[in-house]
């Protein structure tokens, strides 16, 4: 059944119809034109998570366009088929458009939330950008503070990088003005000493106490100052809006000496004043980077000044380094030349002191063996000892280098040791005679009277000691005590480096010497056994010595694995001389095992040389008739000569000994023995050839050995010692 559901039209209506017509046809196309848009976003997007959406909303879109599509038919008359398919069509896009409706309130959070975090997002990024410009702020900052610390830590010198900081930052952060306060010798006032456009500023002061100094120090940071502040007054006075200032603290971390522009010796909390000025008539402020800029070159700034005040002093102390090197040098070398003149003096004086002893010695042996009387024989035996004591000080003394480097060894024998003390009373007495002194000697009854040790240096140590006591008292008494020490009393908490150990071997001699002489004050006690010194206050009054004494004797007793104390209660009170030392016992002591020189043999004092030919060289004629007369009592036929080439010439096979002094001026004796060897080239055939020296020291002695000698004599010689080194020679070849 036809159906016309539309009555005639007038022409006015059906024109209205023909643009609804062509309406309904551009909105068909837009609508379909959608879909193909949205399959090619999702096509293209991988990670949108709503496609099913978009596939239901491209429905809904497509079925609108469907409907605006069909109803181009239903302008016209038409069919019921036509009018079915528009119904279905509407209500397809009605279902659609309502379930598109539903999913949309559900969507709508998700998308606004999406939007939110696109927010978020774009926050996020702004912030990263506002940091990364930070960043490279700080990077730049950076490049510049270490350019700035290159420029002032090229140079060391303080002035230089004072102002080059002043000048790198003016330029950096187009100050108009920098200038830097230094604090002034007093301490209480702050100067003006650099500024970035005066070379040499005007020496303003301010008041270290002001308020705004006082906001600085204590900030550990740049602050803002007012420009019209005291330390901020160095513009024109025509600038009528001047620019922001800052001013930071710079710490003075080591300044001593550091005294330019009156500046003092400053401690470690001291600080200088830097203020930096922005351009005046500008409207531009401090950033946040520009003030920690000027914090970073205030510290850089502070350490390079410290570095500065550390390298001047290590230059001043180089400097007085090298002056105390220069005067240590030349201290040493007056050393050294002191040494050389003392060692040359000793040598002179030991060959010169040693000639005359060796005479007094060997004519006083020579006259002991003659026919004397019991009083004659008396004086010259006490002449013979009194010079065996000179000639042993005289060995000591002069040969101070043994003594210093402790190479001086006992002459370790057997000896009668109450007769030793018996003999040293005997060589005092004549002087405590004179001065009226009595003098006595107790020897307890369990002393050994024979005892081993070296009887000359304990003999030198009594004379020492009683001669002291006697010598520094002027009325009263001297008395001298001996006793073997028991165990007891070898203790001396005063004495703590003395360790005594007892055996049956040996005994410890405790020797006391009391004297009611002038005495000495107990802090000046340890003085004495000091070389060279004495107590001045005595010695004044007294005859005068060497002041070796009692060192030497303190040595001797420490060779002895003894020790030795003075006591004294003061002045005009008196003294007491007590030493304590080690000796051996006869019988139960091995001899051979001790360091001492081989002893005599019995049988030498019978044994003569008659018919022996000897030659002796020496340029001095008195000791060459001394040598002689020593020989020739001895039974040699004795040839004297005076130079090394008589001596050649002189010398035949039948001559079985030469002796010859070593000392001789002006001669190489040394070239002589060689040309002996030389001369006779068979050893049975060359004669024993032995040194006659007054020198004691080791040098001459290997030299001696070097060259092929047989022995060396050591100046004064005895008609014993010389009886001793004759045996010596013809038994072994040699001196041993």
């Known amino acids: 059944m036809d159906c016309n559901c539309f009555d005639p039209l007038l022409p006015a209506d059906e024109l209205l119809m023909k643009y609804q017509y062509i309406s309904d046809f551009f909105i068909a196309i837009a609508y379909f034109s959608i879909p193909i848009e949205l399959v090619y976003f999702v096509q293209k997007s991988a990670v949108f998570p709503y496609r099913w959406v978009l596939v239901q909303f491209g429905a809904f879109i497509v079925l609108c366009g469907a409907t605006h599509l069909i109803n181009l038919w239903t302008s016209t008359p038409h069919t019921r088929t036509v009018a079915m398919v528009m119904t279905t069509a509407k209500f397809s896009t009605a279902a659609v458009s309502c379930a598109t409706a539903v999913m949309l309130v559900h969507i709508i959070p998700d998308l606004l939330s999406v939007k939110t975090r696109e927010l978020f997002l774009k926050n996020k990024a702004a912030e990263l950008d506002r940091e990364m410009g930070l960043i490279r702020t700080q990077e730049e900052t950076g490049r510049y503070v270490r350019m700035l610390t290159h420029e002032i830590r090229s140079t060391l010198d303080r002035h230089t990088i004072l102002k080059t900081t002043l000048v790198e930052l003016g330029r950096a952060l187009q100050l108009e003005e920098c200038a830097l306060w230094m604090p002034t010798r007093t301490g209480v006032e702050l100067q003006l000493s650099y500024t970035l456009h005066h070379q040499n500023p ?232 004179v001065k009226k002194l009595f003098v006595t000697l107790s020897l307890s009854s369990d002393l050994p009277e024979v005892a081993i040790g070296d009887e ?119 003294s007491t001389a007590i030493f304590i030392v ?49 020989l020739v009592h001895l039974g040699c036929d004795v040839t004297t000569i005076g130079s090394g080439d008589e001596c050649l010439r002189v010398l035949t096979r039948e001559h079985k000994v030469v002796i010859m002094d070593v000392s001789i001026t002006g001669m190489n004796c040394y070239d002589v023995a060689v040309s002996v060897h030389e001369k006779f080239g068979k050893r049975h055939e060359r004669p024993l050839i032995v040194a006659l020296t007054g020198n004691t020291d080791q040098v001459t002695k290997e030299n001696c050995m070097r060259v092929g000698m047989d022995g060396v004599i050591l100046k004064p010689v005895s008609i014993v010692k010389m009886r001793s080194v004759l045996s010596e020679l013809l038994e072994h070849g040699a001196v041993l």
Not at 324 to 339: G, K, S, W
Not at 463 to 488: H, Q
Not at 582 to 603: D, Q, T, V, W, Y
Request: hydrophobic share 45%.
């Open 202 to 433: 005007v020496g303003f002061t301010v008041p270290i106490q002001l308020p705004v100094i006082n906001q600085v120090f204590s900030a550990n940071r740049a602050v803002k100052i007012s420009p019209n502040s005291p330390v901020a007054r160095l513009r024109p006075a025509r600038k009528y809006m001047p620019g922001e200032v800052v001013a930071v603290r710079v710490p003075l971390l080591h300044l001593s000496n550091f005294q330019t522009n009156d500046w003092p010796e400053l401690s470690p909390k001291s600080y200088a004043l830097m203020v930096l000025m922005l351009p005046s008539n500008s409207a531009r402020q401090w950033h946040v980077h520009e003030l920690e800029l000027v914090d970073v070159v205030a510290d850089q700034v502070a350490v390079a000044l410290s570095h500065a005040a550390i390298l001047e002093e290590s230059m001043r102390a180089r400097d007085l380094l090298m002056e105390q090197n220069v005067a240590l040098d030349l201290a040493r070398r007056e050393a050294e030349t002191a040494v050389r003149v003392r060692n040359d003096f000793l040598g002179v004086m030991n060959h010169e002191m040693r000639t005359p002893m060796h005479a007094v010695i060997a004519l006083s042996s020579l006259l002991q063996e003659s026919d004397l009387t019991p009083e004659q024989r008396l004086m010259v035996e006490t002449i013979l000892k009194s010079s065996n004591l000179l000639a042993t000080l005289i060995n000591d003394v002069l040969d101070l280098s043994r003594l210093e480097d402790g190479s001086l060894q006992l002459d370790v024998g057997t000896f009668n040791l109450h007769a030793l003390f018996r003999e040293v009373l005997n060589l005092i007495k004549p002087i405590a005679a």
């Open 456 to 574: 000359k240096r304990l003999m030198q140590i009594l004379l020492n000691v009683v001669g002291n006591a006697v010598k520094f008292s002027k009325e009263g008494s001297v008395s001298v005590s001996a006793v073997a020490a028991k165990s007891e009393s070898l203790i001396d908490p005063r004495a703590p480096e003395f360790f005594p150990v007892q055996s049956e071997n040996h005994f410890y001699l405790r020797v006391q010497v009391k004297d009611t002489g002038s005495g000495i004050n107990p802090q000046d006690i340890p003085k004495l056994f000091c070389k060279f010194a004495q107590n001045q206050e005595l010695a004044t009054k007294n005859s005068g010595g060497t002041g070796l004494g009692l060192a030497i004797s303190k040595r001797f007793v420490n060779l002895m694995e003894g020790h030795i104390r003075i006591e004294s209660e003061g002045v005009g009170k008196g």
């Open 582 to 630: 080690k000796l051996g016992i006869p019988g139960r002591l091995n001899e051979s095992k001790l360091p001492f020189m081989p002893g005599m043999p019995a049988n030498h004092m019978q044994m003569t040389f008659q018919g022996l030919k000897v030659l002796v060289m020496d340029d001095n004629g008195f000791s060459r008739m001394v040598t002689k007369s020593l």
